[in-house]
């Protein structure tokens, strides 16, 4: 079965530095998200991006963040000045687009902000 | 705005005994609604899913839902809890034709006690 896959597993940076999260969603997938889950806290949303542009974005998701999906398979992330409290576990997700079609989740990116 | 409550943080349940994580989402018309799974280290993977086809959802694992409009619920069960069945529990919801973004409860950490 088609899967999203998230690279690294694991990120460690400084304090100020940039980051990009990579994922390669679904390939006849239309919709991606990138979510976030501070240590055994809630999912919450960041982001949608759907052909080519951001569609609904939250609060979390200000000037530090954006995403870029570079080639049609790469969905990324990018953190621009990384702060400690940015430490957490980043998960994209993708859906198909029709109605009620469910997200699927890769296993996710721990950033851990020194 | 969308909310979606999940009643009880932390379930504990003996090992053959029935699960019932409960889920109540607020909406004036009814949404698509989902069930997550998380196991430690993990991406969230979809159990099951309702769009108002039956009301009552069948899912992997042995997992069922049963949407309730008159009580905006979505409570999930489980007839007999496995060992393995020990997760965290997710529910989310997306209403229709207003936009992309999936709202998620704050999750329930399911305990077997053997």
């Known amino acids: 079965e088609p899967e999203v896959t998230q690279t690294p597993s694991h990120q460690v940076t400084q304090m100020g530095q940039e980051v990009i999260l990579r994922c390669v969603p679904i390939s006849n997938h239309l919709y991606f998200y990138w979510y976030r889950q501070i240590l055994g806290q809630k999912v919450e949303f960041l982001v949608s991006f759907y052909n080519n542009e951001i569609s609904e974005k939250s609060e979390i998701f200000d000037d530090q963040f954006s995403v870029e999906r570079p080639d049609g398979s790469n969905f990324t992330l990018k953190i621009r000045s990384t702060k400690l409290e940015d430490s957490a576990m980043y998960f994209c997700?993708?859906?198909?687009?029709?109605?009620?079609?469910?997200?699927?989740f890769g296993n996710g990116t721990r950033l851990t902000v020194t | 705005a969308q909310s979606v409550t999940q009643l009880g943080s932390h379930v504990s349940v003996s090992e053959g005994a029935l699960v019932l994580l409960r889920c109540n989402y607020s909406?004036?018309?009814?949404?698509?609604l989902f069930w997550y799974v998380q196991y430690p280290n993990q991406g969230l993977q979809l159990l099951l899913k309702y769009t108002s086809a039956a009301t009552l959802v069948k899912g992997i694992n042995g997992f069922e839902a049963e949407f309730k409009k008159s009580e905006t619920s979505f409570h999930l069960t489980k007839p007999s809890a496995h060992m393995s069945d020990a997760a965290e529990y997710f529910c989310a919801v997306r209403p229709p034709n207003t936009g992309n973004q999936f709202y998620f409860g704050t999750g329930t950490s399911l305990t077997v006690i053997p």
């Open positions: 997700a993708s859906r198909p687009g029709q109605g009620g079609s469910p997200l699927h």
């Open positions: 909406s004036s018309v009814p949404p698509y």
